[in-house]
């Protein structure tokens, strides 16, 4: 009577005993008293119980491993490389993988050194910086050639970090900080020999058109006066008298002017009336006398050029030899 249930109990256990799952992306190694029998892949599996079990699981997915590596370049300066190697088990190849290698990351890890080590000390540090896809191309090549014997696939493998001493770093950014500040500086040089080359073009232009505005205001400025002498000519004034009162004209205008501007700095003598009707009288004493004086001039150039003509008609013909002519022969 109670034999059944013992027997339902065992017949339970050997039946959850015989039944496995394998996970996605996984690989599960049987062995049968000690003895390799298969893979199994993900899925619902059975083994006889107490006769093979699971000697392992070998994950199916890409892997990670990162190897930092301390060495010295070409210019002895000591750098610490960040490589990270990024590899799976070839589904083919799950036996050689569980059972060729027990520590498959100190295998990587041992060739990422070997070639690191061998490579950088060709380079100088800069070089380092410009061909570390050279160095992770010379790595994932290393290593795909030792690991695929063993069941690992490389996939890839890059140069993530690259560490030089505290010191050098410091001096490589003095030196680009330097760099940057020669270019600034010439940058700022251009920019400000720019400024002056046309702030000149702008002040000779200004000068340019302010002169030809003082011409053109000197060329209105004598038109206007023309036109005075002759409307001062109409009415019976003379040429003399009427540049003189123009000018006294003018002068009684200077003084207005001064006298609206509060701020000006002219000073215009002498400013009575008196000494305005002096200035007329004198300016015009003035024209007289020099036109005197030029038609004084006239006269005499005209005599000596009378004389001259004189005394060139009253010379003796000469002869070759600087004598006179004999006029009996």
């Keep these: 009577m109670f034999g059944y249930p013992i027997i339902?109990?065992?017949?339970?256990?050997?039946?959850?005993?015989?039944?496995?799952?394998?996970?996605?992306?996984?690989?599960?190694?049987?062995?049968?008293?000690?003895?390799?029998?298969?893979?199994?892949?993900?899925?619902?599996?059975?083994?006889?119980?107490?006769?093979?079990?699971?000697?392992?699981?070998?994950s199916l997915k890409i892997q990670q491993l990162d190897v930092i590596v301390e060495t010295k370049t070409k210019d002895d300066v000591f750098v610490k490389l960040k490589v990270s190697v990024q590899f799976k088990v070839i589904r083919e190849k799950v036996y050689d993988a569980f059972y060729k290698l027990d520590y498959p990351h100190d295998q990587i890890t041992s060739y990422v050194f070997d070639v690191v080590r061998a490579e950088v000390p060709k380079m100088k540090l800069d070089d380092v910086f410009e061909r570390k896809d050279d160095i992770a191309?010379?790595?994932?090549?290393?290593?795909?050639?030792?690991?695929?014997?063993?069941?690992?696939?490389?996939?890839k493998t890059l140069v993530t970090d690259i560490d030089p001493d505290e010191q050098v770093k410091e001096a490589m950014n003095r030196i680009n900080a330097s760099e940057r500040e020669k270019i600034a500086a010439q940058y700022e040089?251009?920019?400000?020999?720019?400024?002056?080359?046309?702030?000149?073009?702008?002040?000779?232009?200004?000068?340019?058109?302010?002169?030809?505005?003082?011409?053109?205001?000197?060329?209105?400025?004598?038109?206007?006066?023309?036109e005075s002498v002759d409307v001062l000519n109409?009415?019976?004034?003379?040429?003399?008298?009427?540049?003189?009162?123009?000018?006294?004209?003018?002068?009684?205008?200077?003084?207005?002017?001064i006298g609206e501007h509060t701020g000006s700095?002219?000073?215009?003598?002498p400013n009575s009336p008196q000494a305005g009707s002096d200035m007329l009288?004198?300016?015009?004493?003035?024209?007289?006398?020099?036109?005197?004086?030029?038609?004084?001039?006239?006269?005499?150039?005209?005599?000596?050029?009378?004389?001259?003509?004189?005394?060139?008609?009253?010379?003796?013909?000469?002869?070759?030899?600087?004598?006179p002519y004999n006029s009996d022969i």
């Design 189 to 226: 040089g251009d920019a400000q020999r720019i400024l002056i080359v046309e702030k000149a073009k702008a002040e000779a232009e200004s000068k340019r058109l302010q002169g030809q505005g003082i011409a053109d205001q000197r060329r209105e400025i004598a038109r206007g006066l023309e």
């Design 265 to 269: 700095n002219l000073i215009l003598l």
């Design 281 to 323: 009288n004198n300016m015009i004493a003035s024209f007289s006398a020099s036109n005197q004086i030029g038609e004084a001039m006239k006269k005499q150039n005209a005599a000596k050029g009378i004389v001259n003509k004189k005394s060139s008609s009253n010379r003796t013909p000469k002869n070759d030899n600087n004598e």
């Design 234 to 257: 109409n009415v019976g004034i003379n040429s003399q008298e009427a540049s003189a009162l123009i000018v006294v004209t003018q002068h009684y205008d200077t003084l207005q002017s």
């Design 8 to 58: 339902i109990f065992i017949i339970i256990v050997i039946t959850v005993a015989s039944v496995f799952t394998v996970k996605q992306q996984t690989a599960a190694i049987i062995e049968r008293f000690g003895k390799f029998t298969s893979t199994r892949q993900s899925g619902l599996h059975f083994k006889i119980p107490l006769v093979d079990r699971i000697a392992g699981r070998l």
């Design 137 to 155: 191309i010379a790595v994932k090549s290393e290593l795909n050639e030792a690991m695929m014997d063993y069941g690992y696939d490389i996939i």
